[in-house]
Each structure stands twice: as C-alpha cells, then as structure tokens.
Nanobody, 121 residues
C-alpha cells in the first residue's frame, strides 16, 4: 500500500507564507507526476500546481507567481511554497501523485488526506 501524508497547513495572515509538504511512503517503484489540489469551502476541488518527473511545472492562474511546487525524489516528497497568501487561498489542500508500485504494474493516482490552510486577518 501507498500513503501520502501532508503537513504544514495552518492559519496565516494575508501576505504571509506557508510551506506544505507531502511525503509518500510504502511500496514505491517510481513516482511520475506530483501535484497539489485545493478545495475552498463550498467549491469544487481544483488543480493548484503540478510538477512532472522531469521538473516541468504548471500553475493555476490564480497562484502563478506566488506559489512554487517542488519535489525531492530521494525523499519521495513534494512541496508547495505559498507566498503572498490571500484570503481566497483558504482551502483544504490535497497532495496527489501518480505512483508505480511495481515494475510490472501500472501508474495509479494517490491522494493525501488533506491539510487546512486558512488565510485570515
């Protein structure tokens, strides 16, 4: 089995910063794409940022220039550095990864449990 565990969420004032981490554990052969999603109250889950195994990134327009996604392949961990936070960034943030458990298997998506980020003065 594979698990993704997020950490780093919390309460921050507008303009502040937070760094989220997501560590993958279990039987892992390789990890392809890794991503962060978020779900604001009363809204649909949306893609925030994605990073490929080669390091290419994509960002939602709403966070581009403020958020940075990165990964540490040796630690099977992804990060989301969030700067200049706004109240509209308030949401539950979920990490996501496409993971291969064995060389003869197939890549499958896994999700973390979510971590709350609240931006409020």
């Amino acid at each position: 089995q594979v698990q993704l565990v997020e950490s780093g969420g919390g309460l921050v004032q507008p303009g502040g910063s937070l760094r989220l981490s997501c560590a993958a554990s279990g039987s892992i052969s390789s990890i392809r794409d890794m991503a962060w999603f978020r779900q604001p109250p009363g809204k649909q889950r949306e893609l925030v940022a994605r990073i490929t195994s080669g390091g290419n990134t994509n960002y939602a327009d709403s966070v581009r220039g403020r958020f940075t996604i990165s990964r540490d392949n040796a630690k099977n961990t992804e990060y989301l550095q969030m700067n200049s936070l706004k109240p509209e960034d308030t949401a539950v943030y979920f990490c996501n990864a496409l993971i291969l458990r064995s060389s003869w298997g197939s890549y499958r998506e896994y999700w973390g449990q979510g971590t709350q980020v609240t931006v409020s003065s």
